[in-house]
Nanobody
Framework: QVQLVESGGGLVQSGGSLTLSCAVS????????MAWYRQAPGKQRELVAF???????QTAVFVEGRFTISRDNTKNTLYLQMNSLKPEDTAVYYC???????????RGQGTQVTVSS
């Protein structure tokens, strides 16, 4: 059974940093495409960043230069380093896994990130 458990969210001031973690069990981070999504209240879910099984990464334009997706294969964990946070980054952040970036079929419960102005 695949499980994805996010952690690291919290309350931070504008301009601050957070690192989100997604602990994976039941599969390997490097055997899957992995991604971070976010959903703010009243808004649609949006893709923040993804990493292919081969290690190719892509981040959304609205976080480019501020957020970095990475993984630690030995810890079987996915990360999202978030710098220069803005109030508009406030959302629940989810990690996801699947056979390809467009086919994410596993998702965690999410972790709340709140950025105060």
């Amino acid at each position: 059974q695949v499980q994805l458990v996010e952690s690291g969210g919290g309350l931070v001031q504008s301009g601050g940093s957070l690192t989100l973690s997604c602990a994976v069990s039941g599969t390997r981070v490097d055997d899957n495409a992995m991604a971070w999504y976010r959903q703010a209240p009243g808004k649609q879910r949006e893709l923040v960043a993804f990493m292919t099984s081969g290690g190719i990464t892509q981040t959304a334009v609205f976080v480019e230069g501020r957020f970095t997706i990475s993984r630690d294969n030995t810890k079987n964990t996915l990360y999202l380093q978030m710098n220069s946070l803005k109030p508009e980054d406030t959302a629940v952040y989810y990690c996801a896994a699947g056979p390809a970036p467009g086919r994410m079929n596993q998702r965690g419960q999410g972790t709340q990130v709140t950025v105060s102005s």
